[in-house]
C-alpha cells in the first residue's frame, strides 16, 4: 500500500515483520483498492512516485544537513558563552535566550528530519544522531516523537486516530462538522466561542513547558524506552551543570521557563498552520494522496520561510513524501501541483501571516 512504502526506507527489511500478520490473499477475481479511493489517482500517484526515485529526489544531500547542525551547534553554544563573557545582566541575558529558542528549534526541525529517515541512507544511523538530538539536545524522548508523528502521517486530521487533534474537543473545538456535532450533542468543556481568543495564552506559549513535558516521560516511563530516558537526563544534567554555575536558582528557573516558552510559540504557530484550517472530521478512509492533501496546504517559499518553518511550508510534498529530504521539496512540488489539477484536488498555498491568521 502506499503509506507503507512512503514511510519505509528499507523495504525489504520491514517486510519481513509483515510475514506473521498475513492472514490471506484476494482472490483474483476481487478488486484491489477499496470503492472509497479514486483507483485513476492511486494509479497516477505511484508514477509519480516512481518518477520521484528515478530523479533521485529520496537521495540526501548530507552537507546541507551538516550544516544544519553545526549552526544548531554554533547556537547552542553561544548562548552559554553570552552568559559567561558578558554576565547575567538584562541584555546577555535576553540574548543568551534568543540564541538558545533558535538553536532548540532548528534542533526540533532537524530531529523531524532524522526521525522520518531523511538524512541518511542507512535507518539506524538516523535513529542513532535521532536520539542525541531529540533526547540529548532538546531533552525529549525520540521514541515518543515517532510513535505520535506516525500516526499523525498515517491519518493526518482524522478525529480519534491523530493525535494532533485531541485538543477537540477538551481545549478548542476543531472543525466545522465536529464543531456541529457538539453543538448538537450540547457537550462543552471550554467557552469555544471565545477559543480564539484564548488559544493565544493556552497552546502556543504553555505546550512545551506543560503537557509535553509531562508527556514525554510519562510515555518513555509506561512504555519502558529506558534508553531515551537514560538519554533525556543527560540534557538536564548538562543544563544544570552550565547555566546552573552563572544563574542563581530563581533567574535558572526563569531562564528555563522563558526559552520553553518561546519555543513552544515558535513550534506551535508553524506546526499548526498547515492543519487546523483544513478539513478535520472522521476517518473517510480515502487514498493516500487524498487524505494527505486535504489535511495539508503549503506556505510560499522563500530562504526565510525554508529556514524559519524547518521546510514544513511544503508540507503537502512532506506528507505525501515523508522520507525525502527536506532540500528537495521544492524539485518536486511542481509536479505534485499537476497532479493535483489534474483530478481536482485543491492545491493551497499561502503566504506565511496569511497561514498564521487562517489558525485564529
Not at 161 to 166: A, F, L, Q, S, W
Not at 259 to 275: A, D, G, K, T
Request: positive net charge.
Amino acid at each position: 500500500q502506499d503509506a507503507f512504502v512512503a514511510f519505509h526506507v528499507d523495504k525489504v527489511l520491514v517486510g519481513k515483520y509483515l510475514k506473521p500478520l498475513q492472514i490471506g490473499e484476494l482472490a483474483p477475481d476481487q478488486p484491489s483498492i477499496e470503492p472509497t479511493k479514486n483507483a485513476m489517482l492511486v494509479k497516477d500517484f505511484r508514477e509519480l512516485r516512481a518518477t520521484v526515485e528515478k530523479m533521485g529526489l529520496l537521495e540526501p544531500n548530507q552537507l546541507f544537513f551538516f550544516l544544519h547542525l553545526a549552526h544548531i551547534l554554533l547556537l547552542d553554544t553561544a548562548a552559554w558563552v553570552i552568559l559567561l563573557y558578558f554576565g547575567t545582566s538584562l541584555l546577555p541575558f535576553l540574548a543568551s535566550l534568543v540564541a538558545l529558542t533558535i538553536s532548540q528549534v532548528q534542533a526540533s526541525w532537524f530531529q523531524h528530519d532524522l526521525g522520518h529517515l531523511s538524512v541518511f541512507k542507512k535507518a539506524k544511523w538516523n535513529h542513532l544522531l535521532h536520539k542525541f538530538v531529540m533526547c540529548h539536545l532538546i531533552g525529549a524522548s525520540a521514541r515518543w516523537w515517532t510513535l505520535l508523528h506516525s500516526q499523525h502521517h498515517a491519518k493526518p486530521n482524522c478525529f480519534e486516530k491523530d493525535p494532533d487533534i485531541d485538543m477537540h474537543p477538551f481545549l478548542f473545538t476543531l472543525g466545522k462538522k465536529l464543531s456541529v456535532e457538539l453543538g448538537i450533542k450540547k457537550t462543552k468543556y471550554m467557552p469555544y466561542n471565545h477559543q480564539h481568543k484564548y488559544f493565544f495564552i493556552t497552546l502556543p506559549p504553555l505546550l512545551f513547558p506543560t503537557y509535553f513535558h509531562y508527556h514525554t516521560f510519562y510515555i518513555a516511563y509506561t512504555k519502558r524506552y529506558y534508553g531515551d530516558l537514560a538519554w533525556m537526563l543527560t540534557f538536564y544534567i548538562r543544563f544544570l551543570f552550565i547555566y546552573g554555575s552563572l544563574l542563581e536558582i530563581k533567574s535558572l528557573l526563569a531562564y528555563y521557563f522563558i526559552f520553553r516558552m518561546l519555543e513552544s510559540s515558535w513550534f506551535v504557530w508553524v506546526s499548526q498552520m498547515n492543519h487546523i484550517p483544513m478539513d478535520i472530521y472522521y476517518d473517510k478512509n480515502q487514498d493516500w494522496m487524498s487524505t494527505q492533501v486535504h489535511a495539508t496546504c503549503n506556505v510560499e517559499q522563500s530562504l526565510f520561510n525554508d529556514w524559519f518553518t524547518g521546510h514544513l511550508n511544503f508540507q503537502i510534498e512532506h506528507h505525501l513524501f515523508p522520507t525525502m529530504p527536506r532540500h528537495n521539496y521544492w524539485k518536486v512540488a511542481p509536479l505534485v501541483k499537476s497532479l493535483c489539477a489534474k483530478h481536482g484536488l485543491e492545491y493551497q498555498c499561502k503566504p506565511l501571516l496569511t497561514a498564521f491568521a487562517d489558525i485564529v
